[in-house]
């Protein structure tokens, strides 16, 4: 009965260092999003995937920022050439899809990222 | 661009009092509406939801939200609030037809004091 789970929660990198940080989404859901939280802001939006297919990756700041879900369970984020305004808590979810209804989408508790 | 606008980023009341906290939406389609609530040093988790039907949506913990098409907005509601309920609380909005992308409000942080 795990939730979605993030690894690792706390990441600091040195500017210009690469990232990935992981998310595990519940078992049998095929939707999967990241977000990305600045300080005192709400979440924004970066990418989804329904299964493997990357459907939208509009929020996506920079081409640094590489998502993958090559076997349509576990996902990777990745920040290339980290910079200190990629600092953010990144947030990773998951739903289960039923392909003309919305339904919720639960949440990892985050990977908080800083960049020195 | 679609937007969230929650009108209060800081609440402060004292146990028993009521809250209200607002939030408008920018978007001329059908809409589904949330408001999830991040408790200290937890994840965001949905507090309630409004996709069709009543427009008084119930949700968990005595909250409730009330949709109001014509004036945009989902107004979240708690006639008595507790200690317990001290968290941040962020209003999202999905537009319907698709897959269930949400855009938050920048979040409303509430603090209730004994």
């Known amino acids: 009965g795990a939730g979605v789970s993030q690894s690792p929660r706390y990441k600091v990198a040195k500017r210009g260092q690469d990232v990935a940080l992981r998310c595990d989404p519940i078992s049998g859901h095929v939707s999967l999003f990241w977000y990305q939280q600045a300080l005192g802001q709400g979440p924004e939006f970066l990418t989804y995937?329904?299964?493997?297919?990357?459907?939208?990756k509009s929020g996506l700041p920079s081409d640094r920022f590489f998502a993958e879900r090559p076997e349509g369970s576990v996902s990777t984020l990745k920040i290339q050439r980290t910079q200190q305004e990629d600092s953010a808590v990144y947030l990773c979810?998951?739903?289960?899809?039923?392909?003309?209804?919305?339904?919720?989408?639960?949440f990892g508790q985050g990977t908080r990222l800083t960049v020195v | 661009a679609q937007s969230v606008s929650q009108h209060n980023h800081h609440v402060i009341l004292s146990e028993a009092a009521s809250l209200e906290l607002g939030c408008n939406y920018s978007y001329g389609g059908t809409v589904n509406l949330f408001w999830y609530v991040q408790y200290p040093g937890q994840h965001l988790q949905l507090l309630l939801k409004?996709?069709?039907?009543?427009?008084l949506v119930k949700g968990i913990k005595g909250f409730e939200a009330e949709f109001i098409k014509s004036k945009f907005s989902f107004n979240l509601r708690k006639p008595s609030v507790q200690w317990s309920d001290t968290a941040e609380y962020f209003c999202a909005v999905n537009p319907s037809g698709g897959y269930n992308k949400l855009i938050f409000g920048a979040g409303t942080r509430l603090a209730v004091h004994p």
């Open positions: 995937f329904q299964n493997e297919a990357q459907l939208d």
């Open positions: 409004y996709f069709s039907g009543d427009p």
């Open positions: 979810a998951s739903s289960f899809f039923t392909g003309h209804l919305n339904t919720e989408a639960f």
